[in-house]
């Protein structure tokens, strides 16, 4: 029997996995972080989720700092290895926060057919974004924001601090867009 190299032709990628669903999750803390409380109200599901999540960020391949090009004059050379560290397990801990309570919304709202197809569809389609395992981008997340937006629309509460989180959410947006051109 021919054994093959695994990581030649790998037909998934976890990390790739991993940063679908920390961006996802990141998108919903932002938009509606009610849909979190699943971990703020169960002390021992959260403790499970961070050592999942530690656990997670080792599996991560090709670790990043996100806006590397705008953080650099900021971080000394020795600070990026941390910041890359740091990073991986905080993506990590908002992939395995977003599958879990995104699991615990959709099944809450689950009489709801609408809610239950666009809830199930973005989940679907950002797990789905493991089988990209060449040149990932958060760009195949981004597909699935209006299924993502439209099932966690009943967790959105209009309070006089939504618009500083979405102010934030577009700063960084506005960020990553900048540090994409001064990298290239």
């Known amino acids: 029997m021919r054994r093959v190299n695994a990581t030649s032709c790998a037909s998934h990628s976890l990390s790739n996995g991993i940063r679908s669903a920390g961006y996802a999750g990141a998108i919903i803390a932002l938009f509606a972080p009610e849909i979190y409380t699943v971990l703020i109200?169960?002390?021992?599901?959260?403790?499970?989720?961070?050592?999942?999540?530690?656990?997670?960020?080792?599996?991560?391949?090709?670790?990043?700092?996100p806006l590397a090009s705008l953080l650099r004059p900021i971080l000394s050379?020795?600070?990026?290895?941390?910041?890359?560290?740091?990073?991986?397990?905080?993506l990590s801990l908002m992939a395995v926060s977003f599958f879990v309570c995104w699991v615990s919304f959709i099944w809450r709202e689950r009489a709801d057919w609408f809610i239950r197809l666009c809830g199930c569809t973005a989940l679907l389609g950002i797990i789905s974004n493991a089988k990209i395992t060449h040149q990932f981008s958060s760009r195949y997340v981004f597909v699935f924001l209006p299924f993502l937006l439209l099932a966690a629309a009943p967790a959105v509460r209009s309070t006089w601090y939504q618009p500083v989180r979405l102010a934030i959410g577009a700063g960084i947006s506005l960020g990553a867009l900048v540090s994409y051109y001064l990298a290239g």
């Open 77 to 90: 050379e020795t600070m990026i290895p941390i910041a890359r560290i740091a990073f991986n397990v905080l």
């Open 41 to 65: 109200r169960s002390k021992s599901l959260a403790l499970a989720a961070a050592i999942v999540s530690i656990a997670l960020s080792f599996a991560i391949d090709r670790p990043t700092v």
